[in-house]
């Protein structure tokens, strides 16, 4: 069995000129723990350090894996607080600070910074639907409120708006502390681009378990994948691969992963994941918030088929 390598330490010096030391890997974006309607924080912070132990290179509060938009502020904030305390420098905490609002955006982005989070991630605003001089705006807004670099989460299949090369280009030109996006799109093209716009420094994270290996192969930098709230283990392995030129390893690992990644998207993320995570005892319930709900019967017993081939029940 694979021993996990150490996890890299969080930085003292949180600045853009060392976040290519640090901001790499896999860190997965956990679930929210739910318990009788209530969001269970010591459940939260033991996924923290589970995620710690098993290797991971840094964990993502509140992305889409943590059904943000059913969270009030109050939750998402105190998700961070528990994160830091939890990880406790040992790795680094990135922060999803986005809304559909800039003033929720504002306070979200305020309380991470002066929580301790390492870095920020923000999702395009939703339901808007904005032109492009109006994201522009935004994070141009937003980055005047601290030092902290600070990433787009592009993630067009929910937010219902892309960004282009030439806005990225603009944020790069603008804001010193704009360092990367997190990709949940397979436009491996727009990777390209970026790293040929930008240089190998910016850092790109997988979003889409499928494209995890395919898009760290041509030079993404990490993942922020879902699927790494069951196997963080197997992601921190993957990255790894990649970054000492194994690709036999690299490939065997996507495979392996295969199957496990394919799972994840059975039905809205992250309704699959709760529920083979409660399988597997790593939730004491599968809890969600309306809208979202539970697994139905029917895909309760297609995903016990997909651990069970994965070797994960007894």
């Given at each position: 069995?694979?021993?996990?390598?150490?996890?890299?330490?969080?930085?003292?010096?949180?600045?853009p000129a060392?976040?290519?030391?640090?901001l790499?890997?896999?860190?997965p974006?956990?679930?929210?723990?739910?318990?009788?309607?209530?969001?269970?924080?010591?459940?939260?912070?033991?996924?923290?350090?589970?995620?710690?132990?098993q290797?991971?290179h840094?964990?993502?509060?509140?992305?889409?894996?943590?059904?943000p938009?059913?969270?009030?502020?109050?939750?998402?904030?105190?998700?961070?607080?528990?994160?830091v305390?939890?990880?406790?420098?040992?790795?680094p905490?990135?922060?999803?600070?986005?809304?559909?609002?800039?003033?929720?955006?504002?306070?979200?982005?305020?309380h991470?910074?002066?929580?301790?989070?390492d870095?920020l991630?923000?999702v395009?605003?939703?339901?808007?639907r904005p032109?492009?001089?109006?994201?522009?705006?935004?994070?141009?807004?937003?980055?005047?409120?601290?030092?902290l670099?600070?990433?787009?989460?592009?993630?067009?299949?929910r937010?219902a708006?892309?960004?282009?090369?030439?806005?990225?280009?603009?944020?790069?030109?603008?804001?010193?502390?704009?360092?990367?996006?997190?990709?949940?799109?397979?436009?491996?093209?727009?990777v390209s681009?970026?790293l040929?716009?930008?240089?190998?420094?910016?850092?790109?994270?997988?979003?889409?378990?499928?494209?995890?290996?395919?898009?760290?192969?041509?030079?993404?930098?990490?993942?922020?994948?879902?699927?790494?709230?069951?196997r963080?283990?197997?992601?921190?392995?993957?990255?790894?691969?990649?970054?000492?030129?194994?690709?036999?390893?690299?490939?065997?690992?996507?495979?392996?992963?295969?199957?496990l990644?394919?799972?994840?998207?059975?039905?809205?993320?992250?309704?699959?994941?709760?529920?083979?995570?409660?399988?597997?005892g790593?939730?004491?319930s599968?809890?969600?918030?309306?809208?979202?709900?539970?697994?139905?019967?029917?895909?309760?017993?297609?995903?016990?088929g997909?651990l069970?081939?994965?070797?994960?029940?007894?």
């Amino acid at each position: 069995m694979r021993e996990p390598a150490a996890p890299a330490s969080a930085p003292a010096d949180r600045s853009p000129a060392t976040v290519d030391r640090w901001l790499r890997g896999s860190m997965p974006p956990l679930v929210t723990p739910f318990r009788d309607g209530a969001v269970d924080y010591d459940a939260y912070a033991g996924l923290v350090r589970r995620q710690i132990a098993q290797g991971s290179h840094g964990i993502l509060v509140n992305g889409t894996s943590a059904e943000p938009s059913s969270l009030t502020i109050e939750e998402r904030n105190r998700l961070v607080d528990v994160a830091v305390e939890a990880a406790a420098r040992r790795v680094p905490v990135v922060a999803a600070t986005g809304s559909q609002s800039l003033a929720e955006t504002r306070r979200l982005t305020e309380h991470a910074v002066g929580a301790g989070a390492d870095a920020l991630l923000i999702v395009t605003p939703y339901y808007s639907r904005p032109p492009q001089r109006g994201l522009v705006g935004y994070y141009r807004e937003l980055a005047r409120l601290h030092s902290l670099p600070w990433m787009v989460y592009h993630i067009p299949g929910r937010a219902a708006v892309s960004v282009t090369i030439e806005t990225l280009r603009e944020l790069k030109a603008q804001c010193p502390t704009f360092v990367g996006m997190k990709h949940a799109a397979s436009d491996l093209a727009l990777v390209s681009e970026c790293l040929e716009a930008f240089g190998d420094q910016f850092r790109i994270f997988v979003g889409l378990e499928e494209l995890s290996f395919p898009m760290m192969a041509i030079g993404a930098c990490g993942l922020m994948n879902a699927v790494g709230n069951l196997r963080p283990d197997l992601l921190a392995a993957l990255c790894e691969a990649v970054w000492r030129h194994d690709l036999a390893a690299g490939r065997a690992l996507h495979r392996r992963l295969w199957e496990l990644n394919q799972a994840v998207f059975f039905d809205t993320n992250p309704i699959p994941i709760k529920y083979m995570m409660t399988r597997l005892g790593l939730l004491a319930s599968n809890e969600h918030r309306l809208p979202m709900v539970p697994a139905t019967p029917e895909l309760a017993e297609r995903l016990d088929g997909v651990l069970a081939r994965a070797g994960l029940l007894g």
